[in-house]
């Protein structure tokens, strides 16, 4: 039987094979088990450090959730992780990809200590002060890790969306055999409902993958300093808030400044915030249509691209950011394709726009394509449903 890392540490420790007590006899040592469901792998490797500090020393992992430790001497272990799993028609660079990978983590004190069934391997190695901490200790690997594991994510959900098809087609021959049998038996209808529920269940959690592969891919781009500093409260904060004018908007963003905290990034319903030194930082917004408003008021051409349905050409924003520069604004975050966030001291600083559009609404902006189509979709049912009826 293969002798485990933490036997071999310990053997090494001891000077010999086990250990056994004055009447001859070997004492065994002792195992448990835990369930844990991590959602960070930064999280994880720090809850099995916790463990190993406490005596409790990683063993296997089965279906991501079952843990099995070995007791031992506790000690100061770091753990990291790697993905090695090979595609369909793998390439030599590919296949050779884990080898050299193993001899590198050897060749720096880390040890395989055990994967689980998606092929993510743990790695351990005991602390070294002033030592190399860190299995990937560089930017360039930690960004390959990081795409591969958002990769593996995202096929997750675009697998439980193949098999949502699947099922779905298997709903049209049921119902082809219910018409042959000239009236719907009770477990075709059935049917039906859990064909819909899974089509249903297959989408929506095929979104959460795409999202959380790229919470997961920004996480593991950080060292461990920088990702312990991003959860620091005093220095970052995030907020959930819904917010439908550019008025409220930057009353928000400024009650946020005067607390010590400018903007770093946003999404439709989250603001991410960390702490400035720099105080009377005021905001504005821009988007293609201001944009196009000063350029027509300049006499200049305005920027339209028939082809660019969902915004990606980046013309106008380059535009923006031009202007917005030169009038000593600085860049903070885009939303989307859809809008531009600039911040700025507020007595070196020119106006971008007229100051009505800072008390404008901004729903378009906050809903985005997607929710528009949504949104017209279901007002056209609606008056389609009523004139049918």
Known sequence: MKESYYEAEGNKENGKAGASDSGGREIRRRRMRKYRLFTSFQK????????????WFLT??????????????????????????????????????????LEM???????????????????????????????????????????????AINKEGSH??????????????????????????????????????????????????????????????????EWEASRDPFVHREVRKLILTNRGLRRFLEEQEAQGFVLTALTATRYFFERSGISGQIYTMDSKRLVNKRLRARQQRAIRDGKDWTGQNND?????????????????????????????????VQLLNDPRYDKGFRGVSLIGEYGLLLLFSGAAGAVVGFFMG
């Open 60 to 101: 296997d992992i089965c279906l991501g959730v079952c843990y099995t430790f070995e007791r031992g001497e506790p000690r100061r272990l770091l753990y990291d992780i790697d993905r090695f799993r090979l595609p369909k028609n793998p390439t030599l660079e590919e296949i050779q990809h884990k080898e050299f990978f």
């Open 160 to 225: 439980l969306v193949f098999w949502g098809l699947v099922v779905l087609l298997i709903d049209v021959g049921v119902k082809l055999i219910g018409a042959l049998l000239g009236e719907p038996d009770p477990y075709l209808v059935w049917y039906d409902w859990l064909a819909f529920a899974y089509v249903i269940f297959s989408n929506g959690f095929a979104v959460w993958c795409r999202r959380y592969g790229i919470r997961v891919e920004r996480e593991l781009r950080l060292t461990r300093a």
């Open 316 to 348: 106008w924003e380059i535009e923006s950011v031009r202007e917005a520069e030169r009038l000593g604004w600085h860049f903070v975050c885009a939303l989307e394709n859809r809008a531009i966030i600039y911040r700025g001291v507020e007595k070196a």
């Open 105 to 151: 983590a050897r060749e720096l004190g880390w040890h395989e200590v055990t994967h689980d069934e998606g092929m993510t391997y743990y790695f351990a190695k005991e602390y070294e002060e002033g030592g190399i901490n860190e299995l990937h200790n560089d930017p360039e690997s930690r960004r390959r890790r990081a795409a591969k594991f958002r990769e």
């Open 44 to 55: 994880e490797c720090g809850w099995l450090e916790k463990m190993a500090s406490e005596g």
